[in-house]
């Protein structure tokens, strides 16, 4: 690890001021992915900027929105009684996240600029157009078992890692952003980015910006029936191979609205639109089920050791949707 310099500012103005002097200055929280990433020579800043002391730490109920603070524990609001009530789909996903330890270091904004898993991206002896511009893409052609099946570009098909977001993206959640220029909000679905020409920019922050916070509208019809179902190589400890957040709105057999999202399928959370118009007004059936599954997957790409994607990633649609509607 190279030598870095450290500062802890306890406002959230010194802490903007700082990264916007110092270009190479790179905010820290939990520090359980940035630390890593530093290990290993893929991130090299000159200066951290410890967040930890910043007022951001509240989970509150205000009006009919939940407030979670850029620097709530993710093992914190997984247990919150608030969220447990009213987002059970987001206690869920942080539960299939990382192990306990993890979450106990973990942050709400860190989760959600935690970098991909990709194999190449971590090793700097290996080409990697995320980590080196216009050096290559070693997946692409390579070992590509985890990677991405929709949204990819031939610069990258690296997936988004996070449990979190998955669950964030089906909740129609607004980031909430300030920076040198002042605050602003960011709809969770237009937060991350596909790769296209530019893989290295996983997502629409501007430098300088701190994530302070994310805000979910309260929709009680949909937290009655809401799952994340995750598949992994283990139980614990593991990345999603594919996962997926499911909330329907119900009237007795009838689905008045869905909201679904894909994680472990594409550079960011993926939101199923296609299904989810398909099912509004539609009975809960195993073949309205299969049907919206098949739209969801109509532009999926295989690389080859990743194609099982194709059948896995439906399959655990379906799966899901049917839980949640009581079918068999
Ligand atoms: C072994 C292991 C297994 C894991 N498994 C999973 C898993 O299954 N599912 C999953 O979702 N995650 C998993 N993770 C990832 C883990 O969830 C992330 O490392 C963690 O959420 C990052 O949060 P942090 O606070 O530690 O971020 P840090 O490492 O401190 O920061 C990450 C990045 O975010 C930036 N940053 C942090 N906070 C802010 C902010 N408020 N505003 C602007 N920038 C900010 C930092 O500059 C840095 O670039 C795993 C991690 C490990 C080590
Ligand atoms: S998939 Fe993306 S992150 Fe992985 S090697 Fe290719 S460019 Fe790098």
């Known amino acids: 690890m190279i030598n870095f310099d450290y500062t802890k500012p306890s406002t959230i103005q010194n802490a903007i001021g700082v990264l916007n002097k110092d270009a190479g200055a790179q905010f820290i929280a939990g520090g359980s992915n940035l630390v890593d990433l530093m290990k290993r020579g893929v991130m090299t800043p000159q200066k951290v900027v410890d967040i930890t002391g910043l007022p951001l730490k509240a989970i509150e109920l205000r009006e009919n929105t939940i407030q979670i603070g850029a620097l709530a524990l993710n093992s914190d609001v997984a247990e919150n009684d608030l969220i447990k009530k009213h987002l059970p789909l987001l206690s869920q996903a942080f539960k299939a996240g990382a192990s306990a330890q993890i979450r106990n270091m973990a942050t709400v904004g860190g989760n959600m600029l935690q970098r991909t898993r990709c194999g190449y991206f971590y090793d700097t002896a290996l080409p ?15 070992y590509n078992r985890m990677h991405a099946i929709f949204g990819t570009s ?61 805000e979910l509208p ?40 869905a909201r679904i999202a894909m994680g472990g399928v594409a550079h960011k959370p993926w939101r199923l639109t296609a299904a989810e118009d398909f099912l509004k007004g539609k009975e809960a059936t ?43």
Do not use: W
Not at 128 to 140: H, M, V, W, Y
Not at 221 to 250: E, G, N, P, W
């Open 154 to 214: 031939d610069k990258c098909i690296a997936v988004h890692p996070s449990d979190m977001c998955i669950a964030l993206a089906a909740l129609n959640a607004t980031v909430l952003v300030t920076g040198p220029k002042g605050s602003r909000r960011i709809l969770f679905t237009d937060f991350h980015r596909l790769p296209g020409t530019t893989p290295q920019l996983d997502n629409n922050l501007q430098r300088g910006e701190l994530i302070t916070g994310v």
């Open 218 to 257: 309260l929709n009680a019809a949909l937290a009655q029936h809401s799952l994340y179902t995750k598949i992994r190589d283990r139980v614990s400890y593991a990345f999603a191979l594919v996962s997926v957040a499911v909330a329907l709105d119900m009237k007795g057999k009838t689905i008045q609205s």
């Open 128 to 142: 990697c157009n995320k980590r080196e511009p216009g050096s290559g893409c070693g997946a692409l052609q390579g």
């Open 286 to 328: 195993l073949n309205n089920f299969q049907q919206a599954a098949s739209l969801a997957m109509k532009d999926a790409k295989g690389y080859g050791y990743n194609n099982f994607k194709l059948t896995l990633a439906p399959n655990t649609i379906v799966q899901t949707l049917k839980t949640l509607a009581q079918i068999s």
